[in-house]
């Protein structure tokens, strides 16, 4: 008994471990996705109403996210305020869902290391995609900043960005992407490595 449980000890695979550090990739395609969905949300408020805005979310992401749309908000027109200054109403920023995926279809070699022979093998992709997703869902609740009362929900709103980079005979590589201003080099910033 005791040696089947080392021998399957041994024969363990070991997992990617998770990383903490989103990818400049990753970065990219959410903050992309967080302004997509956030240019879909009909607060109805004229340019130029002084607003502050509170966040809240289920994942630590959410003051990423009220950073990204609080820029927003800005550029159409909303003058954002600190808690003590005179605001006409309160956006609460509710933050549903944000995040990345990846999905890869492969077929080649992996890239492989030995302990036994001294060199080290590259990945050769015979075809490979590597398609990488980012995105949000988020709405609005709507207070009169003076007495709390409450004005409106928006509708919640999706936005989602996407890259797919592929690789065929090894050498031929191009990508296709929805992205509004997608990084130059692909390669440089191609996380599966990390």
């Given amino acids: 008994m005791l040696a089947a449980v080392c021998l399957a000890i041994g024969c363990a695979v070991p997992g990617r471990a998770p990383r903490a550090l989103r990818s400049p990739l990753e970065q990219l395609l959410l903050s992309q996705a967080i302004e997509r969905s956030a240019a879909k949300a009909t ?3 004229p340019e130029g109403t002084r607003v502050i805005l509170d966040s809240s979310g289920l994942s630590e992401d959410h003051r990423f996210v009220a950073d990204a749309v609080e820029g927003w908000l800005g550029r159409q027109g909303l003058a954002i305020r600190e808690e003590g200054d005179e605001a006409q109403y309160r956006l609460r920023l509710i933050v549903q869902s944000v995040g990345n995926d990846q999905d890869i279809d ?3 070699m992996l890239a492989t290391k030995s ?3 001294p060199v ?3 990945e050769i992709a015979l075809y490979k995609k590597v ?3 980012g995105f949000a869902r988020l709405y609005f609740d709507i207070f009169e900043a003076a007495n709390g009362r409450y ?3 928006t509708s919640p709103v999706d936005g989602e960005v ?3 980079r592929y ?3 090894v050498v031929f590589k191009w990508r296709r992407t929805d992205m509004t201003s997608p990084p130059g080099d692909f390669e440089r910033i191609d996380d599966e490595n990390l």
């Fill in 43 to 45: 607060l109805g408020l």
């Fill in 106 to 108: 492969f077929f080649g």
């Fill in 115 to 117: 302990m036994w022979i």
């Fill in 120 to 122: 080290a093998l590259p």
């Fill in 131 to 133: 398609r990488d997703e």
């Fill in 151 to 153: 004005v409106r929900s």
């Fill in 162 to 164: 996407q890259q797919t």
């Fill in 167 to 169: 690789t065929l005979f």
